[in-house]
């Protein structure tokens, strides 16, 4: 049981990670991960609720969370601006919109909960872990293993080669934020599902996490995957510890993960 909470619990982070590893791939890293998962929080709940289907709502929210960052990430490209301030920019701006739509929809800045949109605690853990996996395990291959995988790996690195062969490095730059905003997608709307419920800023810092988690992984899947375990089980326990110990302040139960991550950074920068 510990086990399904701690994995069910890290899989948000595992997929996040993934985005920001493709997209550090492309030497564009996806600084937007962390509005995005709330950007798509919302609208999962929202395309739920208004269409009486989770799949339904997960195909939306997914479709809807890769045009807007393919769009942006096209703009960013055909006028040569500095994609880091533009994923900046585009950051501010998911994290912004979940309020306004809220407000627009709803009538509503807080949490938003609807009998439309209410999951079982168990099956969604269970769900989220082998969805997670086979997602996950085909990012890896395809990123691996294939020819579109290998141009982004590169990307970053050597694009003059893409040039050489005839591939355009600019098309891979933004296929891998298209693979990102995926991923921060399905991360957004399993972080809703799991609380049967939006709840305003759900991503609780998910994002910067999995760009740490890359950093310190050095771009090995097992390290990423190791950072993001030791970072969740952070996490999950510091959302569990104040029932044993309810003398600990919530400012120190809430920064625990964040010290966690610090400490990590300190013993890899000692190494």
């Known amino acids: 049981m510990l086990a ?6 890290s899989c948000p982070l595992l997929l996040c990670a993934m985005g920001a590893l493709y997209s550090d791939y492309a030497g564009i890293l996806a600084i ?20 009486g289907s989770a799949a339904l709502g997960m195909i939306f929210t997914s479709l809807i969370c890769v045009t807007a960052v393919v769009f942006f990430a096209t703009i960013i490209e055909k006028l040569h601006a500095n994609p880091f301030i533009g994923a900046t920019a585009i950051n501010l701006l998911f994290s912004a919109l979940p309020s306004f739509f809220a407000t627009l929809h709803f009538k509503n800045r807080g949490v938003l909960t609807s009998e439309a949109f209410n999951f079982s605690v168990m099956q969604t853990k269970i769900f ?6 086979v997602i996950l395990s085909l990012a890896f291959l395809f990123l691996l293993k294939t020819r579109n995988g290998l141009y982004i790996r590169i990307t970053g690195s050597d694009s003059d080669v893409l040039t050489a062969k005839g591939v355009n490095p600019v098309w891979c730059r933004i296929q891998a934020w298209g693979f990102a905003a995926f991923f921060a997608s399905i991360s957004g709307a399993f972080l809703c599902m ?5 709840v305003p800023g759900i991503s609780s810092g998910r994002g910067w996490m999995a760009l740490a988690a890359v950093y310190l992984g050095k771009k090995i899947p097992v390290r990423i995957t190791i950072s ?3 970072f969740c089980a952070a996490d999950f326990f510091a959302t569990s510890i104040q029932n044993y110990l309810p003398s600990i ?8 993960p964040y010290i966690v991550i610090l400490l990590v950074i300190g013993l890899e920068k000692q190494n």
Request: proline share 2%; glycine share 2%; net charge neutral.
């Open 228 to 230: 993001v375990l030791i």
């Open 128 to 133: 989220t872990v082998i969805f997670s996996l």
């Open 249 to 256: 302040p919530t400012s120190v139960v809430l920064s625990l």
């Open 194 to 198: 799991r609380v049967s419920s939006f």
């Open 32 to 51: 937007f991960l962390e509005g995005l998962v709330s950007f798509s929080a919302y609208f999962m709940f929202y395309f739920t609720v208004t269409t």
């Open 4 to 9: 399904i909470n701690i994995l069910s619990f």
